[in-house]
Nanobody, 120 residues
Framework: QVQLVESGGGLVQAGGSLRLSCAAS????????MGWFRQAPGKQRELVAS???????NYADAVKGRFTISRDNVKNTVSLQMNSLKPEDTAVYYC??????????????WGQGTQVTVSS
């Protein structure tokens, strides 16, 4: 089992910045991709950004150029630096990771979520 604990959410004005952090603990060996999803009220959960163990990154079009994901494989943490925040970035942000099972499938793990609210 992998436990993911997020921190860093909060309330910020449009144009401001926030940094989210997520620490993984438990059975952390062989964690593959780590990343962030978000879910706004009435909307589906969507990928924000992800990063592989090798450092390859992927971003949603809506956040490209504004958000930066980073990862520390020694400390088993993943962070999301969010700049130029917009009201439409308001959502609950979830830390996410995948890890292969003994059968070779990718199992997903989720954090409890942290609220990000951007006021206009």
């Amino acid at each position: 089992q992998v436990q993911l604990v997020e921190s860093g959410g909060g309330l910020v004005q449009a144009g401001g910045s926030l940094r989210l952090s997520c620490a993984a603990s438990g059975s952390i060996l062989r964690i593959n991709t780590m990343g962030w999803f978000r879910q706004a009220p009435g909307k589906q959960r969507e990928l924000v950004a992800s990063i592989t163990s090798g450092g390859n990154t992927n971003y949603a079009d809506a956040v490209k150029g504004r958000f930066t994901i980073s990862r520390d494989n020694v400390k088993n943490t993943v962070s999301l630096q969010m700049n130029s925040l917009k009201p439409e970035d308001t959502a609950v942000y979830y830390c996410h990771c995948t890890k292969p099972t003994l059968m070779g499938q990718q199992r997903e793990y989720w954090g409890q979520g942290t609220q990000v609210t951007v006021s206009s």
